[in-house]
């Protein structure tokens, strides 16, 4: 089968990445007469992998060097009988080689488990993955043309909208498939990388390690995307961290190391809605009894109303003893009304009764 204009246009661009660290100052040569192609059309291809950082051209004619700043490979796999670890050996591996075991680890365990995802959860026919390796940055991105993990959430638990599905999907423990899935892989992966997005449809989900935050926007910077879903992973090559860091912040050791705490962004929840009703803190609270301790972050919420907080800090505690709700980043507008709905737990307490022998009841 005849190959695109697009795929031998990859070709020519892999050869030069592939040669340039060897042959500085050959490979342009090389690679006009490996394809037949003109040195103008070797210096358009030269131009665009500049421009994309991957290349660096230094001196002049005779003394033209073209040093290598990236590593890059691609490929489109039939998802079908598609093993993730055989992608990691054949396309990723051998781009990632000689890293430290830490970041290793980390670009193995988020490759493989979003691929993963594609396998079981997308729907696709395909999937498009690229591995990119440049002196400061590790990017790992898949993409496949399935349903959209948002509006597959959504429909798969009966949610309003796909941005209440990326509110669900940021609590960690949310998977369509809960036979053969945790939904514990994008959780994780996500708190791994340096910075983490997925694009679907019109929306744009993006973990920042740093921050550990999260930013919903209704499009992406950059990264376009038709159809299906977009995943980046990013992570400095020197990076310092490790695995068990992430494991350790969100699993217990006296419960066998199991995946009991997190983090919800309650900012995430309002939508631009002031945060007053039952009805909303119900969403905010829904399958938090999957942990046992979940610290609720109210950066970026100036106020909550007193129904809410209630049914958060008094009704829902007094329903799930089990289950530990601390508050954080809270303003002070909201830490008052927290304290409101925590004296009235108190207060609600019953008082013994005696009867008329003084023997309480």
Known sequence: ??????????????????????????????AGKRFSITRQAVNRHVKALVDDGLLRVEGRTQGTMYVALARKREATFLVAGLQEHEVWDSLASPVLSDLNENVDGICHYGFTEMLNNVVDHSGSENVFVEVIR????????????????????????????????????????????????????????SRMFDSFAILSGHLYLRHVREQDDWLVADEAPSEPVSGGTHVVLKIDPNSTHTQNEVFDRYQSEQDDYAFNRTRVLVGLAH?????????????????????????LDFSHVPEIGP????????????????????????????TRMIRRAQSAETAASPSPSFGPNGIEK
């Open 1 to 30: 089968m005849a190959l695109t204009k697009a795929q031998k246009t990859q070709l020519v661009r892999d050869y030069i990445l592939a040669r340039a660290p060897e042959h500085p100052d050959k490979v342009a040569t090389m």
């Open 134 to 189: 440049k002196p400061k940055e590790i990017k790992i991105s898949l993409h496949d043309f399935g349903v959209g993990i948002f509006d597959k959430i959504q429909r798969g638990y009966g949610l309003e909208n796909k941005r209440h599905a990326i509110f669900e999907l940021t609590k960690g423990k949310l998977t369509t498939d809960p036979e053969r899935h945790t939904g514990e892989g994008i959780f994780f992966t």
């Open 271 to 295: 939508q631009g809605e002031a945060l007053v009703s039952r009805s909303q803190a119900k969403r905010i609270l829904s399958r938090l009894e999957r942990f046992k301790e979940v610290v």
């Open 307 to 334: 129904s809410f907080a209630d049914e958060i800090f008094r009704v829902y505690r007094d329903s799930h003893p089990l289950v530990s709700i601390v508050p954080m980043g809270a303003s002070e507008a909201v």
